[in-house]
């Protein structure tokens, strides 16, 4: 068994290594996060504190000027950084919590279990995420929690979907046939025997949704629904520099932001790409 996934593992990282652009999309987010873990203790920097230089310059002291309070917009860009990762990551945690237990169930059980789960999805499709987002952080009041909860009770549709249509081809399998046959209870075979044959589509779904997280919180922040001032994320650094001079006059205040928030979802999009075809061995890279 040991030797069988070991095998399995060696073959899907040499499908995943010989995937040039999803390598590339791994070590620009590998780089990317070790920078923003590494950087403010290396460089001490202080996202909040305020000087007596407003809308100043880039210069050795500020490698991107200051913002219209004083702040270093460097630092503000790195912690921002970390932010908008960090809510990503958890708004996509809390969508894969809510949506694979609600797929295995649907596909499992059938029946109205899957009539009504299913339905739910429709149902949440249905509406305009973002619509809703804006709605939802209106009435809960904009914070970094609240983007994590709205973003991640909106999104839990594609798991779902996703493992309902992979339990639907599973649960016929004979392994699980023959654990059914024994008495082995319906929680134990779906932990056991269904999950971990299902997981591989949850984890591509993951690294997809990361980036989708990511630029609903950079929108919500955009339009002030978001991560509020003092705390700094890409968004609301895009927000603070939506004027027509600064974006004309100062493009070292809007460039930055804007291309990190660029340069990580393609990142992430190309690693979740060569994650998925490496995952299924059908595919030829």
Not at 19 to 32: C, F, P, S
Not at 151 to 162: D, N
Not at 222 to 248: D, H, K, R, T, Y
């Amino acid at each position: 068994m040991k030797q069988i996934k070991s095998s399995y593992f060696r073959d899907t990282l040499g499908r995943f290594m010989r995937h040039k652009l999803a390598v590339v999309g791994l070590i620009v987010i590998l780089a990317e996060l070790l920078l923003l873990l590494l950087l403010p203790l290396v460089m001490d920097l202080q996202p909040t504190t305020i000087t007596d230089v407003f809308y100043g310059d880039p210069s050795s002291e500020h490698i991107l000027g200051t913002d219209r309070d004083g702040r270093d917009v460097f630092a503000r860009l790195i912690y921002g950084g970390r932010t908008s990762l960090k809510i990503g990551f958890l708004a996509v945690l809390v969508q894969a919590c809510i949506g694979v237990p609600l797929g295995i169930i649907a596909g499992y059980y059938r029946g109205p279990a899957e009539m009504i789960i299913m339905r739910l999805a429709d149902m949440f499709q249905s509406i305009p995420s973002m619509c809703l987002n804006i709605v939802l952080v209106s009435v809960l009041s904009p914070s970094a929690g609240t983007l994590v909860l709205v973003i991640g009770v909106m999104g839990w549709t594609s798991f779902a979907r996703l493992l309902y249509a992979k339990v639907i081809s599973i649960r016929e399998k004979e392994y699980v046939e023959s654990a059914r046959a024994i008495g082995t209870r319906n929680g134990v075979i779906m932990l056991r025997y269904i999950l971990p044959n299902a997981v591989s589509p949850a984890l591509v779904a993951f690294t997809f949704g990361i980036p989708s997280a990511i630029l609903s919180e950079s929108a919500l922040s955009f339009l002030g629904l978001g991560i509020q001032i003092p705390e700094a994320s890409w968004g609301n650094l895009l927000n603070a520099a939506q004027s027509i001079a600064i974006v004309s006059m100062k493009p070292w205040l809007w460039i930055p932001p804007g291309l990190c928030i660029f340069i990580t979802l393609i990142s992430v999009n190309l690693f979740g790409d060569g994650l998925r075809d490496a995952l299924d061995p059908k595919t030829k890279v």
